[in-house]
């Protein structure tokens, strides 16, 4: 059986407007509540999700808002790291 050669074309200005568009926005700022919710549950209430301008892409932080968390944050990093594991999985869920 011979190859086909296909001939692909993307529109990268199009993928970009997707990437930073609002529904994306809001995508990913909802994962990172989701972890935000966990930090807050199972380690130290004071975590947020918090949105930061991109521009190419779509972006949130994960920040601690307290001392508590802050501390907590930095004596437990695994705990952050799951949590954007699990923002990371919600979002491939609703996409």
């Known amino acids: ?8 074309r993307l ?11 609002e529904p994306a926005d809001n ?6 509540q989701v972890g935000a919710e966990w ?3 199972n380690l130290t209430p004071g975590f947020a ?10 972006r949130a932080t994960l ?6 968390a802050g501390a907590a944050s930095a004596r437990e990093p ?3 790291v799951a949590a954007l594991g699990i923002a ?8």
């Open 39 to 41: 930090l807050n549950q």
């Open 78 to 80: 695994a705990m952050v």
């Open 88 to 95: 990371r999985q919600w979002l491939r869920a609703h996409v």
């Open 63 to 68: 920040i601690a808002t307290t001392a508590e």
């Open 49 to 58: 999700a918090q949105r930061s301008p991109g521009r190419r892409r779509a």
């Open 27 to 32: 995508l990913v700022f909802d994962a990172l």
């Open 11 to 21: 529109r990268i200005r199009g993928f970009e407007e997707l990437r930073t568009s």
């Open 1 to 8: 059986m011979a190859a086909s050669v296909v001939d692909i």
